[in-house]
């Protein structure tokens, strides 16, 4: 049996950045906080908590004048009021990706656009964006669409989630163009996730099988493997090597192996060593 990793596969930019932001406060500072993960990869999590740095699910659980790290997802500017308000000091992990997201929402709020953000609901990166701006509204699919219709105005102005589907955010754009005068689009899909996407369609049309390497948490994981699955039905995916079955590949003649933007390169060599 054949096994291809993905060239574009495993840790992106952002991620890379928000660990190294965390080592080097761990070096530098103490009690040093977390609101979520810093990023979605349960291994990374373990050695980020190893580093001394806790995990909080609310602002209401760092102590004043200890120090918050922004996870690379960002978060709303409430976060940022509030931790000032307690004295926290605050590191910021922020995707730059995803930051440069946070400025075409707000220029565009501020020359009368009204915001959509294509994205998950209860993706902490669209609740960010969200945050961010006075008053925007979160289009997860057509059908919200009609919901929001009336709310939306005059003028729309459109980003997306830095980890979506470009065709399937297409999709949502040309209905968004009907209904409104001027509509304002930025195709925020982070290059990572782009390059990502494009392999794991051509590992999908070239291999017997497909395996999608990342936390199950993880959204830009989610749609390389939804992705994978339209094209190749033996497509599936797994946390890490351990999650391997024995055997359960042998049957086919080539794997395509890809990780998500948070999985580290040490998991997706155990899985190749596993496959091989
Ligand atoms: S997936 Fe894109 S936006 Fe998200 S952390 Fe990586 S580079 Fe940044």
Redesign the pocket.
Same mark, same amino acid.
């Given at each position: 049996m054949k096994v291809h990793i993905g060239q574009h596969s495993g840790f $992106?930019?952002?991620?890379k950045?928000?660990i190294q932001v965390a080592k080097e406060a761990a070096r530098l500072h103490k009690n040093i906080y977390i609101k979520g993960e810093l990023?979605h990869n349960q291994e990374v999590c373990r050695q980020i908590e190893a580093l001394g740095i806790k995990t909080v699910s609310t602002l209401k659980s760092v102590p004043g004048g200890s120090v918050l790290i922004i996870k690379?997802?960002g978060e709303p500017l409430a976060t940022y009021i509030n931790a000032k308000r307690k004295k926290i000091k605050v590191i910021d992990a922020t $995707?730059?990706?995803?930051k440069d997201?946070h400025k075409k929402a707000k220029e565009m709020e501020q020359k009368g656009f009204r915001v959509a953000i294509i994205g998950d609901k209860n993706h902490e990166?669209t609740i960010g964006i969200l945050g961010n701006i006075k008053n925007g509204s979160i289009v997860e699919n057509i059908a919200d669409l009609r919901k929001l219709k009336s709310g939306l105005g005059e003028k729309i102005g459109v980003v997306c989630q830095?980890?979506q589907n470009i065709e399937d955010v297409s999709v949502i754009v040309a209905k968004l163009a009907k209904i409104t005068h001027a509509l304002l689009f930025f195709n925020t899909v $982070?290059?990572?996730?782009y390059l990502r996407q494009k392999e794991i369609e051509r590992l999908a049309k070239n291999c017997s099988a497909v395996l999608v390497v990342g936390s199950k948490n993880s959204a830009?994981t989610k749609r390389l493997f939804f992705i994978a699955k339209k094209i190749n039905p033996n497509t599936f995916w797994v946390n890490n090597a351990k999650s391997i079955a024995k055997n359960s590949f042998k049957k086919f003649g080539s794997v395509g192996v890809i990780g998500g933007?948070?999985t580290p390169p040490e998991t997706l060599e155990e899985v190749y060593k596993k496959l091989s």
């Open positions: $992106c930019f952002g991620v950045r928000a990023v690379a997802h $995707c730059p990706m995803v997201i990166e830095s980890t $982070c290059r990572p996730t830009n933007a948070s």
